[in-house]
């Protein structure tokens, strides 16, 4: 589902985000670990109601090494860095299930 409902914008994320603000429990399921880069899974958390995805601005600097850089007259996000970790697992241990094979 991860490679489904990454982009905010897509149809597919928004029926989804739907769907589970509707049901009680939310499962997701995904082969990817958290450490490949972080900002995919922002739309994850913020579907199973994690506090660390309220804020998007916050996540993308501190957990994606996000900055703001100007292309023409907009402002564009690089969102494709991972920092500090250790405290996302540590601070997304209740909201996320991690195993290793």
């Keep these: 589902m991860n490679t489904n409902i ?3 914008q897509a149809q597919r ?3 989804a985000n739907d769907v589970c603000k509707r049901v009680g429990n939310v499962w997701l399921l995904t082969g990817t670990p958290m450490t490949s880069r972080p900002i995919n899974y922002f739309n994850l958390l913020e579907l199973v109601d994690s506090p660390v995805a309220y804020n998007w601005m916050a996540y993308a600097i501190r957990y994606c090494e996000g900055y703001q850089f100007n292309v ?3 402002k564009v996000w690089n969102v ?3 920092a500090n970790l250790l405290e996302l697992r540590d601070r997304t ?3 996320v299930l991690r195993r290793l094979k």
């Design 93 to 95: 241990k209740t909201h």
């Design 6 to 8: 990454q982009n905010k």
């Design 72 to 74: 023409g007259n907009r």
């Design 80 to 82: 494709k860095g991972a």
């Design 13 to 15: 994320t928004k029926i």
